[in-house]
C-alpha cells in the first residue's frame, strides 16, 4: 500500500484498449497519452497481480471478503508505537523499507489460497494482504497477518476497498485525529464495519 496515495479507483483515466496505443495517430499529444496509460496499466497490473476480467472476478464473487480469524488473526510489528508514528508510519515511503519480498510472499500466497481451500487458485484474482496494514505499523512478514484477499468478493468487498480504508485509517492517524490502537483494532476486527463508518456503506 502507499502512503497517503489517492486510491488508484479514484483515477478517471478512462481504460484503453491496447490496440489504440500502438495503432491511434502518431503526434506528440498522442504519444504523451499512450506513454500515461501504458505507465498506468503497467502500475495497476504490478500492484494487482494482473488485470481482472469479469470472469476471472466471477470466480471469487462469492467468498467471503474478511479472513478467516483463526488463520489470519493479525498482527502488529512492535517497533511502531504511538509515540514513534512520525519517524516510520507517516514518513512517506517507510513501508518499502519493510515490505517483505516478492521471494517470500508468492510462495505463502500459494500457500494460503490452499489453506483457505479456495478453489480458485490464480494467483491474479487475490492480494497477499496484510490484515494489520503496513501503514498502521502491521507484522510485515508473519503469516497471521497476512492472506489471500479476493480482489472482488461478497457484495462487491475486496482488496480496491481495503486498500482504500487503509490510506484513510493511515491519514486520520497522522493527521492526529485518531489514535493508532484504535485504527488498528478497527481493520483487525470488521474493515467493512470501518469503511462503513470512515468512507461509505457501499465499496
Not at 10 to 17: E, G, N, Q, T
Not at 131 to 150: D, M, T
Request: hydrophobic share 35%; glycine share 8%; proline share 8%.
Amino acid at each position: 500500500m502507499i502512503l497517503l496515495a489517492v486510491p488508484l479507483t479514484a483515477v478517471s483515466l478512462a481504460p484503453v484498449p491496447a490496440r489504440a496505443w500502438y495503432h491511434s495517430e502518431t503526434s506528440i499529444l498522442g504519444d504523451i497519452a499512450r506513454h500515461y496509460a501504458m505507465e498506468h496499466y503497467e502500475h495497476r497490473r504490478s500492484e494487482s497481480g494482473g488485470y481482472r476480467s469479469s470472469e476471472q472476478s466471477s470466480r471469487t464473487v462469492g467468498y467471503n471478503p474478511l479472513p478467516n480469524p483463526r488463520i489470519t488473526p493479525g498482527a502488529i510489528n512492535g517497533a511502531v508505537t504511538q509515540a514513534d508514528i512520525d519517524t516510520t508510519i507517516c514518513v512517506r515511503g517507510w513501508t518499502r523499507t519493510v515490505r517483505p519480498p516478492e521471494s517470500y510472499t508468492e510462495p505463502l500466497k500459494r500457500r494460503l489460497i490452499r489453506t483457505y481451500g479456495y478453489a480458485d487458485h490464480e494467483l491474479r484474482d487475490y492480494e497477499l494482504d496484510h490484515l494489520e496494514p503496513l501503514e498502521l505499523g502491521g507484522a510485515p512478514g508473519s503469516p497471521k497477518n497476512l492472506w489471500p484477499e479476493p480482489h472482488v468478493a461478497q457484495g462487491g468487498w475486496g482488496s480496491r476497498a481495503k486498500d482504500r480504508l487503509e490510506n484513510k485509517l493511515h491519514y486520520l492517524v497522522c493527521s492526529g485525529r485518531l489514535s493508532l490502537a484504535a485504527a488498528r483494532q478497527m481493520i483487525a476486527t470488521n474493515w467493512i464495519a470501518a469503511f462503513k463508518r470512515f468512507i461509505g456503506p457501499r465499496p
